[in-house]
């Protein structure tokens, strides 16, 4: 419920800065970052020697573009030190991320790093209107995993409480959300909706008048506004969304404000940019494309020009919120993430965003693909909200209006075809951490 959380700003002698001034800022940690990895990574160097680049040639924002990209390949070639620029003895923490391809990448931080991913997370914490008093309720995987730690840090730094209860357990995040009354829930978006039905289905209880939870930091996935609606209503509390990577940091790089309309990088310690990601060159400001982000301040891990793969845009104009930092759009899904169905492209996301528009329809589906022969099929196997299953005594031949309406709003807003499977409430699996909801059977073959 947008207005739940009191959004206040905690640095703002960084995040309230003139343009010019941050600019200043940017372009004297560039020109620093550069030397810097040209020195300390021998992958830099070469990079810089193939287009016969020095770093004394980049001297303002405007020479970013002359920077080869840095892909993830790059750092899974690189793995496990290739692409450590400070002494290892430095480093404090490391984490090997597998992301959702395989081959690990490597994420480390020296003293100074941790400082600042403590900083930059208690900047999101405050977004959400966080202060000292506040118990946060930390529900993102602990581990290898950035989101736990990062999302610990930040409290820690801005003084809060932290329950470290990790994922999983649904039942006692329930009760010790109750018993010790934690008032900031951060998890996965998946995660937060499963809760809120879990402690009303399961337990009998009401989030939203039982419990304390005024707001909730949900990231590492992508996520529609129409789950946004229903973990609100489903919780009782004002949803914002937060975006990272642990290529970059982990949790950090941007989140939202109070207006909720695009999420503040932090100008600050990453650098935006926005490609074609065809042609590599530059979208005009507002445009959609491939974002690229380059770490003005890391210390164990910077990365020049990281393709991140997230598809959105990017745009610095005024905030109602005081901030000067640009917004970039909620991510839609990562390139990889991308469906193509008889010849038509979409992420999962919009399937989400066309089903819960239906009502009856519950959060809970699955994306099934299959080519049996030359023609891509797809089958959406859904759920129906748990009030309309009982109404029909669990029934689904009486919900066949659902399954026709949902069909057609995804025919209309995806653009393809779906047999609409209609499957009891409870049978499909529930997520902790990143819902995995698409199975593409095509790659089997
Ligand atoms: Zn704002």
Redo the contacts with the bound molecule.
Sequence with gaps: MKGSAESWIYQPEYEKMSRSKLVDLQEQRLRKVVKYCYEKVPIYRRKFKDVGLHPDDIKTLDDLEKIPFTEKEDLRKAYPYGMLAADLRDVLELHASSGTTGHPTTCAYTKNDLEIWSKVMARIYASAGTKKGDIVQNAYGYGLFTGGLGFHYGALEIGATVLPIAAGETERQITLAKEYGTTILACTPSYAAYLGRYAREKMGIDPSKELKWKSGLFGAEAWSEELRAKIEELLGLEAFDIYGLSEVIGPGVSVE???H?GL?IQEDHFLPEIINPATGEKVKEGETGELVLTTLTRQATPVLRFKTGDNTSFKIDE?????TFG?MDRVFGRADDMLKVRGVKFWPKTVEHALLRVKGASENYEIIIERPEELDIMTLRLEPDKELFESVCGDLSKLQVLAKNVEEQVKSIVGVKANIELVPYGTLPRFMGKAKRVKDLRKNL
Excluded: D
């Excluded at 905030?319 to 901030?323: F, I």
């Design positions: 404000c109070s207006q309309n503040h905030c109602e919120c005081g901030r917004r």
